[in-house]
């Protein structure tokens, strides 16, 4: 099917501290978004990506990723995650109007092994409109009040956490964003429109490199394979 994953590259990565814009933080030496695109373009079923990048160094995204002989179409991203998606979107179908699955990966999980990104598009493909890894919930979770005091254990069999990358059939995705009327997640707003958002098997490493901590861990998994 004619894929194209879009990357969400925009945030400004404050939590990683006063490092720059996050896609060009680097992980043991190789920033972000070429992690991020490599393992899109290892899964061997993505035939275009398109990285919304932060819009003050769109360049600088273009060099890291032919300097790496990585071949993306590289677009100045939005105020927000949801701006930013949108703008890639916009540049695949101007690129090529025909597309069948679209995935929007966020950045910041850059080292998502390549089998899962075939797990996703292949769920889409098998006829999911939309399709979202996920993860069960480790640790005890709890309702609280405005003061923090504990009202309740919440039952954690049917809470799930999400990861990227999630997929849609374009037509899908299409329809998500042409109201442009409300926030959230393409998944959320797929979810408001009332379609069946399915889900396949996360992997802890497409864990959300944010803060000094992730990026220690991201660092000590980098070069073991997944
Ligand atoms: O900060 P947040 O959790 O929303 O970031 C999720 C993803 O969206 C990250 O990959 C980030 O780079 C991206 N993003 C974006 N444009 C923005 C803000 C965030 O592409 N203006």
Redesign the pocket.
């Known amino acids: 099917a004619n894929t194209v994953a879009l990357?969400?590259?925009?945030?400004?990565?404050e939590?990683l501290g006063d490092k720059g814009?996050?896609?060009l933080v680097p992980v043991n030496g190789v920033p972000l978004v070429v992690h991020?695109v490599r393992g899109l373009l290892q899964a061997g079923c993505v035939r275009r990506v398109v990285v919304?990048?932060?819009p003050s160094a769109t360049e600088h995204t273009r060099s890291v990723l032919s300097e790496a002989s990585l071949d993306a179409l590289v677009v100045p991203?939005?105020?927000?995650?949801?701006?930013?998606?949108c703008l890639?979107l916009e540049a695949a179908l101007g690129e090529s109007p025909e597309l069948e699955i679209v995935l929007v990966?966020?950045?910041?999980?850059a080292l998502t092994p390549p089998a899962l990104v075939r797990g996703v598009v292949d769920a889409v493909a098998a006829g999911a409109p939309a399709v979202v890894p996920v993860l069960p919930v480790a640790d005890t979770v709890k309702r609280v009040d405005a003061h923090g005091v504990v009202t309740a254990t919440v039952d954690r069999a049917n809470l799930l956490t999400v990861q990227?990358p999630q997929g849609f059939r374009a037509d899908v995705l299409r329809r998500c964003y042409a109201s442009s009327a409300g926030p959230g997640t393409a998944v959320e707003r797929a979810e408001r429109l009332g379609l069946a958002v399915t889900t396949v098997p996360g992997h802890p490493r497409a864990m959300?490199i944010?803060t000094p901590f992730d990026l220690t861990v991201a660092e000590a998994l980098f070069g073991t394979p997944s």
């Open positions: 990357v969400p590259a925009a945030g400004r990565g939590l814009p996050e896609a991020a919304a990048a932060p991203g939005g105020a927000d995650r949801t701006e930013s998606v890639a990966h966020d950045v910041v999980r990227t959300k944010t």
